[in-house]
């Protein structure tokens, strides 16, 4: 089993930055890959990025690709997303979730085993 618990949503007004945090507790969490999923109100579950267990290789979607970033500390067990230059396209609630143990991240949602509670992201003009 792992726990995963989001954190560092708010409202941020369009151009600001924000860095969503994921801490993890129980297995192997430095052994799978970690993915960011959003979702705004009334739509489906979007892949947002993803990063393997030793950070070697990570993705982002077109749509976020040279605003976000993300990352993992495995000494920390936490993953984050770093949001800069958010629009109000952005808003919605972020989600971590990991992946099974020794494998490479992937962009559909049903591959991630374990996800966290979600966090708000809100977008102002």
């Known amino acids: 089993q792992v726990q995963l618990v989001e954190s560092g949503g708010g409202l941020v007004p369009a151009g600001g930055s924000l860095r969503l945090s994921c801490a993890a507790s129980g297995r192997a969490f430095s052994s799978r890959s970690m993915g960011w999923f959003r979702q705004a109100p009334g739509k489906d579950r979007d892949f947002v990025s993803a990063?393997?267990?030793?950070?070697?290789?990570?993705e982002h979607a077109d749509s976020v690709k040279g605003r976000f970033t993300v990352s993992r500390d495995n000494a920390k067990n936490t993953a984050y997303l770093q949001m800069n230059r958010l629009k109000l396209e952005d808003t919605g609630v972020y989600f971590c979730a990991a992946g099974p143990v020794g494998r490479a991240p992937q962009r559909g949602a049903v591959f991630y085993e374990y996800w966290g509670q979600g966090t708000q992201v809100t977008v102002s003009s």
């Open positions: 990063i393997t267990w030793n950070s070697g290789f990570s």
